[in-house]
Structures are given as structure tokens and as C-alpha cells.
């Protein structure tokens, strides 16, 4: 399988990104998805993941209200929308993919991984 992550940039705080990842090499709808960020010296964290039809979806506290996923599985792609994004919000973006059943928020629980997306919020 195969992601690949774009969208990212510089942004002023309070602008938005649109982040998308494009899948290939395996039925995209069967598969949960998931946005993970990691700025430097920080672990990998989970932003916000979405089951394999849309029905599910799951933030992390600090982007509650400000991010949204969504998939479109007729074009094999999930996206992040990101508004009201502050300084905090820097790091590098990643889009995963897990065979799991229910929304896995860690990591390991993630099998497949795209080479990430740069996203820097100027203060």
C-alpha cells in the first residue's frame, strides 16, 4: 500500500489547511484511517481517525471543534480540514492506515504510513 500525504504549508494563526492523502494497493474502503502529527523531540500522536464508511470518526481534545476528517472512498482519499490552527498545531502531518476494527488511536495500531506533510503555524 501506498500514502501519500499533501496539503501542508506555512500559515498565519487562524488561517486553514486542507490536508489529503491519496491511497493505493488495497481496497481503500476497507480500511480505518487516521491523521498523526509529531513536531520535534515529541512522540507521534494520533489527531483524528474515521472508520472505514465515514460513520465513526475520533479528535484528540486540543483539535475538537477546529479539525475535521472525511473520506471520500470512490477517490480512495482522506482528508483533514484544519481551521482556527494555532502555533501548536506545528509539526509534521502523517496519514495512516489500520486493519483494525474499531478506531485504534495509538501508533502501533497503525500498519501503513505515508511520508508525512510539513504544517507550520506562524504566530
Known amino acids: 500500500v501506498q500514502l501519500q500525504a499533501s496539503g501542508g504549508g506555512l500559515v498565519q494563526a487562524g488561517g486553514s489547511l486542507r490536508l489529503s492523502c491519496a491511497a493505493s494497493?488495497?481496497?481503500?474502503?476497507?480500511?480505518?484511517m487516521a491523521w498523526f502529527r509529531q513536531a520535534p523531540g515529541t512522540e507521534r500522536d494520533v489527531v483524528a481517525a474515521?472508520?472505514?464508511?465515514?460513520?465513526?470518526?475520533f479528535y484528540r481534545n486540543s483539535v475538537k471543534g477546529r479539525f475535521t476528517i472525511s473520506r471520500d472512498n470512490a477517490k480512495n482519499t482522506v482528508y483533514l480540514q484544519m481551521n482556527s490552527l494555532k502555533p501548536e498545531d506545528t509539526a509534521v502531518y502523517y496519514c495512516?492506515?489500520?486493519?483494525?476494527?474499531?478506531?485504534?488511536?495509538?501508533?502501533?495500531?497503525?500498519?501503513?504510513w505515508g511520508r508525512g506533510t510539513q504544517v507550520t503555524v506562524s504566530s
Open positions: 474515521i472508520s472505514w464508511n465515514g460513520a465513526s470518526t
Open positions: 494497493g488495497r481496497t481503500f474502503s476497507r480500511y480505518i
Open positions: 495512516a492506515q489500520s486493519q483494525k476494527g474499531v478506531l485504534p488511536v495509538t501508533a502501533p495500531q497503525y500498519d501503513s
